[in-house]
């Protein structure tokens, strides 16, 4: 969600203009059907399907890489947003696009601490720690 308001709001503006907030909509847009897509393989539960695939390194890489490219959008969205524009509506847009770029950031960020976790199997939780000590 935060990446479609993102991605929206950028899109509602004359981003064409303006060679930067080129850069932000690629990376919103990108990781937003890329986050869709992996929403898709999990309640679809392909990833049961996939086995062979390791499925929690992929989505740490993923969030990691999305982490690292949602920090270059957000700064070069903050950085071109320009209060003395003669267009009112484009400054608060972009301004909104500025501050849910780094919400999304923040939220990649706290998702691949999440998926290092599961990678390294510090995610488990209370039942299956107990189930595999009586084993």
């Known amino acids: 969600v935060l990446g479609l308001l993102v991605w929206s709001l950028i899109a ?40 062979m695939v390791p499925w929690p390194l992929v989505l740490m890489i993923c ?27 484009d400054y608060n847009r972009r301004a909104a696009a500025s501050f849910f770029a780094c919400v999304t950031m923040i939220t990649y960020g706290v998702s ?7 990678w390294k199997g510090l995610g488990s939780n209370a039942a299956t720690s107990q189930v595999s000590d009586h084993a």
Do not use: D, E
Request: aromatic share 24%.
């Open 12 to 51: 509602a503006t004359t981003y064409h203009l303006h060679a930067a907030y080129g850069w932000v909509m690629f990376v919103s847009l990108f990781f937003w059907i890329l986050t869709l897509l992996f929403l898709v393989t999990y309640l679809l539960q392909l990833h049961q399907k996939f086995y």
């Open 63 to 89: 969030n990691a890489v999305a982490t690292v490219l949602y920090i270059t959008a957000f700064v070069t969205c903050a950085a071109a947003v320009q209060p003395t524009s003669w267009r009112q509506w």
């Open 112 to 118: 691949t601490f999440f998926s290092f976790r599961a």
